[in-house]
Nanobody, 115 residues
Framework: QLVESGGGLVQPGGSLRLSCAAS????????MNWYRQAPGKERELVAS????????SYVDSVKGRFTISRDNAKNTVDLQMNSLKPEDTAVYYC??????????WGQGTQVTVSS
């Protein structure tokens, strides 16, 4: 099970920190991803972190503004979002994935960037 939190309404230029809490599976062997889906658009992979936390990747549109991190002792993965723009408005989802073990999705948390 994955449960996201931390979404909300923020002004352009502001910051939010999303958190995803995992339970019911061996968290520290899964790659963790953050996706987002804006109205009328396809779900987009935003950031990814490997199982040990030593390797991360980002979609070009968020590089330098978003940071993904994980705490394998607490079974959590976070997404720090800075310098937010209106185009970052979306429902954000965390995903756990491991080849041969399947995929878990959270229920999503709304992020709205607006003045």
């Amino acid at each position: 099970q994955l449960v996201e939190s931390g979404g909300g309404l923020v002004q352009p230029g502001g910051s939010l920190r999303l958190s995803c809490a995992a339970s019911g599976f061996t968290f520290n062997i899964y790659i963790m991803n953050w996706y987002r889906q804006a109205p009328g658009k396809e779900r987009e992979l935003v950031a990814s972190i490997n199982s040990a936390g030593g390797s991360t990747s980002y979609v070009d549109s968020v590089k330098g503004r978003f940071t993904i991190s994980r705490d394998n002792a607490k079974n959590t993965v976070d997404l720090q979002m800075n310098s937010l723009k209106p185009e970052d408005t979306a429902v954000y989802y965390c995903q756990a994935i491991k080849t041969g073990r399947g995929t878990y999705w959270g229920q999503g948390t709304q992020v709205t960037v607006s003045s």
